[in-house]
C-alpha cells in the first residue's frame, strides 16, 4: 500500500507493523488501549453508520473536541467514505462556531463534552444532529452510530474508499481569524500526506513501537499531520489527558518524543527555574552553576575539555533530572507554531534534550523547514522539508511552493487569489531569510511590522520573545505603529510575581494594586532594560504598562491556538496606549 490519503496511514501500520497500543487515553484514571486492528473495526463500523445515516461523499462534518482516540476514529471514519472533516478548536467561541457551521454547510458534528455541545446549541446547530464522545443524559452518543460492519457494508467501504484520489479534497481547517473572518483552508490528501512523508524522513530515527504523547490540539494541522506521521511509522500515540496533567503524563507514558509549542517550552523551563530557586545551600548554588554553565553551550562546536568535564558533571547532577521530568525516554522534542528564544532552545540542548524547530502554516499542510540532528542551527527553522521550495520575495516575505501547498480557500477566490500565485507560490506573510544557503529564519510577521512616526520598521516578535524570556513577563505585546517610539503593554506572571514579593517583602494584596507598586514597577523597568542591551537605540522598548489581567480567548483577544489579537488589545487598552504617549 501507497501512504497517499490521510486512512492510509492506519492500514500501512496493520501491514507492517501492527501495535498492541495504536491509541490511548485516560479513562477513569486508568490507561485505556486500542490495538491496530481494534481501530481499524471501530473506523469501519463507524463509517457504516455514517453511511446509513446518509453521510455521502463531499458531505462535510465537524469535529470539536479536545485531543483523544474518539477524535481519531471520527477522523478517519469521515475520510474513508470520501467525506470531509471540518475540525473545529474545543475552546472556539460560539460566533466561531456559528460562522463555520453556516459556511462549511456542516451535515452532523462529534463533539466532546457538554461545555462544547452547550456552546454548538448555542451557536443554532440542531440538537439532534450532535453526537458526543461523552456520555451525558438525553443526548445523542457517538457509539449510537456504530454499525457492526457484514461483507457488503465492508466492501461498499473498500469501494468509495478506492475511488478517493490524492488529489481530492481532506479537510477543511478554520484560520483562527487574527485580521478578519476566518477562511476555510482546503487541503487535499496529497497536501497533508506528502508532507507527513517528508516529516518521517526527517525523524528516521525513531522506531517502530516507540510512544508519543499528544496534547497540542488535533484540530490544528500541526499536531493533526503528526497523528497521520506516527501513525504509519508505528507509533504508539497516548493523548494526555489536558494541559494541566502533561507533567504527570509524561511521567507515566515516558513518551520518546512528543510535539510542543514554544510557550509550554518557556513554562517548563520557568517551572525548573523555580523550583531552583527553592533550593538552599550547596544544592542552589549547583543548580544555578549548572545554569550558567547551559547557557554558554554552543551546539556543534568545540568548547574544551574543561567545559566539557564540567557539563558531564552537570549533566550527571542537575540535567537528568531535566529529563526524568519529562518521562526519561525523550529522544527530541518537535517545536513549532512560533518563534522558539534561541537562548530556551541552547539550555535545552545543553541538558540532553534535542528541540528540533519546525515552521509551517495552515496552508502549507503545515511543514515548510524542519529542523534536523544531522543539520541544525539555532535560531533557525532548519532546512526545507524534501519536495518543498521557498524563496524570500524583495520585501523580505517568505513564499513556498510544493505538494504541501493548500487547494485554496473555501468559497473565497478573492483572498485565495491575493495569496497564491499563478506560478504557484504562496505568500506566507512571514518575514525571514536563509541562513548559510540552508537554514530558514523566520523574523516575524509582515502584517505586525510596524513603522514609527521617525519611519523606522520594528518588528515587535522578535522584541517580545526577548522580553518574554524573563520570568515574571507572562503575555507582552509590542506597540508603536506612527508614534514616535515603541512601547509595550506587559501582562505580569503573577504567580512569579507574588513569589518575587514574597522574597523582597513586598505586601501582595491584590494584582490590581501590585502593577503600580513602584519597586515593582522598577523590577519590570530592570527587566526591560536587560532586553533593551541587544536592540539599536530605534528598536528599544521606551516605556510600558502593566496590566491586571491576562488576555484571554474567551475575552476575544486570542485565537484559539493563542495568537494575539492586536487590533483587539490595542482597542481595549486605547487608554493605557494613550497614557504611554501623553508626552509625545
Not at 192 to 212: H, Y
Amino acid at each position: 500500500m501507497v501512504l497517499e490519503r490521510l486512512f492510509d496511514s492506519l492500514f500501512i501500520q496493520y501491514e507492517k507493523f501492527p501495535q498492541l497500543t495504536c491509541l490511548a487515553a485516560k479513562e477513569n484514571g486508568a490507561w485505556v488501549s486500542y490495538s491496530t486492528g481494534q481501530v481499524i473495526q471501530i473506523v469501519n463500523d463507524l463509517s457504516n453508520g455514517l453511511l446509513e445515516m446518509g453521510i455521502e461523499p463531499g458531505d462535510k462534518v465537524g469535529l470539536v473536541s479536545y485531543n483523544r482516540p474518539e477524535w481519531v476514529f471520527a477522523d478517519l471514519a469521515i475520510s474513508q467514505i470520501g467525506a470531509i472533516n471540518v475540525p473545529m478548536y474545543p475552546n472556539s467561541t460560539t460566533n466561531d462556531y456559528a460562522f463555520i457551521i453556516k459556511h462549511a454547510e456542516i451535515k452532523i458534528i462529534f463533539c466532546g463534552d457538554s461545555e462544547i455541545h452547550k456552546k454548538l446549541i448555542s451557536s443554532g446547530f440542531p440538537e439532534d444532529l450532535i453526537y458526543t464522545f461523552d456520555k451525558l443524559d438525553n443526548v445523542n452518543h457517538w457509539k449510537s452510530i456504530l454499525k457492526p460492519c457484514d461483507d457488503t457494508a465492508t466492501s461498499k467501504i473498500e469501494t468509495l474508499r478506492e475511488k478517493i484520489k490524492k488529489e481530492d479534497l481532506a479537510t477543511i481547517i478554520y484560520t483562527s481569524g487574527t485580521t478578519g473572518e476566518p477562511k476555510g483552508v482546503m487541503l487535499s490528501h496529497d497536501n497533508i500526506m506528502s508532507n507527513a512523508k517528508a516529516v518521517s524522513q526527517v525523524i528516521a530515527s525513531i522506531k517502530p513501537g516507540m510512544k508519543t504523547l499528544s496534547f497540542l490540539p488535533l484540530s490544528h494541522i500541526f499536531e493533526r499531520t503528526g497523528l497521520y506521521t506516527y501513525m504509519h511509522m508505528g507509533i504508539s500515540i497516548y493523548y494526555a489527558e489536558s494541559i494541566d496533567t502533561i507533567g504527570d503524563n509524561l511521567k507515566e507514558v515516558q513518551p520518546h518524543f512528543f510535539a510542543s509549542v514554544p510557550r509550554l517550552l518557556e513554562k517548563v523551563y520557568d517551572k525548573i527555574v523555580k523550583k531552583g530557586y527553592e533550593l538552599t545551600g550547596v544544592k542552589k548554588q549547583l543548580f544555578f552553576w549548572a545554569l550558567h554553565l547551559g547557557h554558554r553551550f554552543e551546539l556543534n562546536k568545540k568548547q574544551g575539555w574543561w567545559y566539557d568535564t564540567q557539563m558531564k558533571i552537570a549533566n550527571k547532577l542537575i540535567f537528568s533530572k531535566w529529563r526524568e521530568a519529562l518521562g526519561g525516554n525523550i529522544e527530541f522534542v518537535v517545536s513549532g507554531g512560533a518563534a522558539l528564544q534561541p537562548r530556551l532552545a541552547t539550555i535545552f540542548w545543553a541538558a540532553g534534550i534535542r528541540i528540533l524547530e519546525a515552521y509551517g502554516l495552515t496552508e502549507t499542510s503545515p511543514g515548510v523547514g524542519f529542523s534536523r540532528d544531522d543539520c541544525i542551527k539555532i535560531g533557525t527553522v532548519g532546512p526545507m522539508l524534501d519536495k518543498v521550495q521557498v524563496k524570500i520575495a524583495d520585501d523580505g516575505e517568505i513564499l513556498v511552493k510544493g505538494p504541501n501547498v493548500m487547494m485554496g480557500y473555501y468559497k473565497n477566490d478573492k483572498a485565495t487569489n491575493e495569496v497564491l500565485t499563478k506560478g504557484g507560490w504562496f505568500h506566507t506573510g512571514d518575514i525571514g531569510e536563509i541562513v548559510d544557503n540552508t537554514f530558514l529564519k523566520i523574523t516575524d510577521r509582515k502584517k505586525e511590522m510596524f513603522k514609527t512616526s521617525g519611519g523606522k520598521y520594528i518588528a515587535p516578535q522578535l522584541i517580545e520573545n526577548s522580553l518574554k524570556e524573563s520570568m515574571l513577563i507572562e503575555q507582552v505585546m509590542v506597540i508603536g505603529e506612527s508614534r514616535r517610539f515603541p512601547a509595550a503593554l506587559v501582562v505580569p506572571s503573577f504567580e512569579s510575581l507574588r513569589d518575587w514579593c514574597a522574597l523582597h517583602s513586598i505586601q501582595y494584596t491584590s494584582d490590581q494594586e501590585i502593577i503600580e507598586n513602584e519597586k515593582v514597577i522598577l523590577k519590570f523597568q530592570s527587566e526591560i532594560d536587560h532586553c533593551n542591551r541587544d536592540y539599536a537605540q530605534y528598536n528599544k522598548v521606551k516605556k510600558f504598562k502593566l496590566l491586571p489581567e491576562p488576555w484571554t480567548i474567551e475575552a476575544g483577544e486570542l485565537t484559539a491556538k493563542l495568537s494575539m489579537k492586536r487590533r483587539i488589545i490595542l482597542e481595549k487598552n486605547s487608554g493605557a496606549v494613550e497614557e504611554i504617549y501623553a508626552e509625545e
